[in-house]
């Protein structure tokens, strides 16, 4: 079952970034099937590892290519996500122990919800960079 699905209007115009973004919903699909599933902690932790190698491997790559063409904001780019990861971070180091299930689905929706707002309202910023005259949402 899928909690999010690739769709074209998410592409930012730059097919590294668009993977990146289809990685992580993958990644993302499969943490909300280990939550309904009530998966073991140990797989749930080690897919947080990996959307957090995913989602730091990934901005390295948005920030690297962004300054490459030039974009204005980068730096605030930078900003968001350090946020972000310090933010995931933290709710990783705080899983309580006797609340793993509900805890795991607040991470979830966490990263849902960044997601969600990252590709879909930060990065549309930029889009514009990749795609000339196709106006920013
Ligand atoms: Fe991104």
């Known amino acids: 079952m899928t909690v999010v699905d690739w769709d074209d209007s998410f592409s930012v ?11 992580i919903i993958a990644l993302l699909n499969e943490l909300h099937d280990a939550c309904a599933a009530a998966a073991p902690q140990a797989i749930v932790l080690r897919l947080f590892a990996t959307l957090d190698d995913a989602i730091g491997a990934h901005f390295r790559r ?4 962004l300054a490459e063409n030039g974009y204005a904001e980068v730096e605030a780019q930078r900003v968001e996500h ?3 990861r310090d933010s995931f971070a933290t709710l990783r180091q705080h899983l309580p122990a006797s609340d793993r299930p ?14 969600m707002s990252h590709v879909l309202d ?3 910023q930029f889009r514009s960079v990749f795609r000339p005259g196709i106006a920013t949402s």
């Not at 115009?13 to 990685?23: C, F, L, S």
């Open 13 to 23: 115009g730059n097919a590294e970034i668009d993977a990146d973004h289809q990685r």
């Open 62 to 65: 948005e920030e690297e290519i």
């Open 82 to 84: 350090r946020l972000l």
């Open 102 to 115: 509900a805890a795991a689905e607040r991470v979830r929706d966490f990263l849902l919800g960044w997601f």
């Open 122 to 124: 930060e990065d549309m």
